[in-house]
T-cell receptor
Framework: ETGVTQTPRHLVMGMTNKKSLKCEQH?????MYWYKQSAKKPLELMFV???????ENNSVPSRFSPECPNSSHLFLHLHTLQPEDSALYLC???????????FGPGTRLTVL | AQSVSQHNHHVILSEAASLELGCNYS??????LFWYVQYPGQHLQLLLK??????LVKGIKGFEAEFIKSKFSFNLRKPSVQWSDTAEYFC??????????????FGSGTRLSIRP
């Protein structure tokens, strides 16, 4: 238990569906992150939020839409995904953007 | 641009063998360096980190890493591995607060398998 929770843990969706991933951190951190972890590929940083403001969008397709309503919550809204978007989506948080990150357990996403 | 290279994709060792996993990075300025570990079925967690000071850093579970600035390396070591060290290991680099390149970059990971 790292203090970072993610729901759902598993998600199967069709290409026309709209779904959202949720991340919550109970550590009082100021920075939150979304990563994509695919088999045989490096961990890919997708988005970074610092004090609720987006500071990094790593050329992520617009079918992924992040939302950070406050420093404790981070969402990833999904729509019209492709099968190649199937992966483990990890959320992390840190005190600031240069410090160690604490990771959640991830959401295993399968796009049919 | 920053980059991180982990040349060993899969390492297989017997218990009690010594371990060294390579990590090289490219970035011209001051860096913060990390090793994370992901045990089977578990979340990524920090093994150790280097920000400044003694370049030989000790982490949890008997791991250590040495920062060699001239070689742009931060190799992970353990003198005697155990079966429970079976996991995937990730090296990561970012720049300190105030630097222009503060985005964290992860290496591709090294899968470590320990034979009992």
């Amino acid at each position: 238990e790292t203090g970072v929770t993610q729901t759902p843990r598993h998600l199967v969706m069709g290409m026309t569906n709209k779904k959202s991933l949720k991340c919550e951190q109970h550590l009082g951190h100021n920075a939150m992150y979304w990563y994509k972890q695919s088999a045989k590929k490096p961990l890919e940083l997708m988005f970074v939020y610092n004090f609720k403001e987006q500071t990094e969008n790593n050329s992520v397709p617009s079918r992924f839409s992040p939302e950070c309503p406050n420093s404790s919550h981070l969402f990833l809204h999904l729509h019209t995904l492709q099968p190649e978007d199937s992966a483990l989506y990890l959320c992390a948080s840190s005190q600031d953007q240069t410090d160690e990150q604490f990771f959640g357990p991830g959401t295993r996403l399968t796009v049919l | 641009a920053q980059s991180v290279s982990q040349h060993n994709h899969h390492v297989i060792l017997s218990e009690a063998a010594s371990l060294e996993l390579g990590c090289n990075y490219s970035y011209g300025g001051t860096v913060n360096l990390f090793w994370y570990v992901q045990y089977p079925g578990q979340h990524l967690q920090l093994l150790l980190k280097y920000f400044s000071g003694d370049p030989l850093v000790k982490g949890i579970k008997g791991f250590e890493a040495e920062f060699i600035k001239s070689k742009f390396s931060f190799n992970l070591r353990k003198p005697s591995v155990q079966w429970s060290d079976t996991a995937e290991y990730f090296c990561a680099v970012n720049a300190p607060r105030g630097s222009s390149a503060s985005k964290i970059i992860f290496g591709s990971g090294t899968r470590l398998s320990i034979r009992p």
